[in-house]
């Protein structure tokens, strides 16, 4: 099984910003996390502070340039913002399921919507790391059902 695996602004601060929100740990040791928890899994990570570079991403999906069974995203600031990448998953003919660190909903109220998890199967968050481990967890499911 593949999984594509996005990460959008801010992520690549993980472990230095808001460990009350987002904890300790490092984009690195989440992906380490995934790929030693998951050795039968192939991962790509793909993580951009930049929303053009996302939204190109998912088209190379789209387009079949790049192949997954399943996508997982955590498209950080532009959950709540970004008409632009739900439009780009709409397109998507595979499962995308969405991931949060934190729980959005019982933080500030302008996070509590999320315009990218409308195009999603599901939306797992805030479990920390472990959002990506139920992610995968449930991606494994819809990929064998």
Known sequence: MKISVL???????????????????????LEDTLRKKYPDVVFTFYQSNHEGELIDTIHQIVKGKKSCDVLLANFGGFTHTSVAIRDALSMLKLPYLEVHLSN???RETFRHTSLTGGAAKGIIAGFGFMSYELAVDAAQRLHNA
């Open 104 to 106: 959005i909903h019982a």
């Open 7 to 29: 990460n959008g602004p801010n992520l690549n601060m993980l472990g230095s910003r808001e460990s009350a929100h987002y904890g300790t740990g490092t984009l690195a040791e």
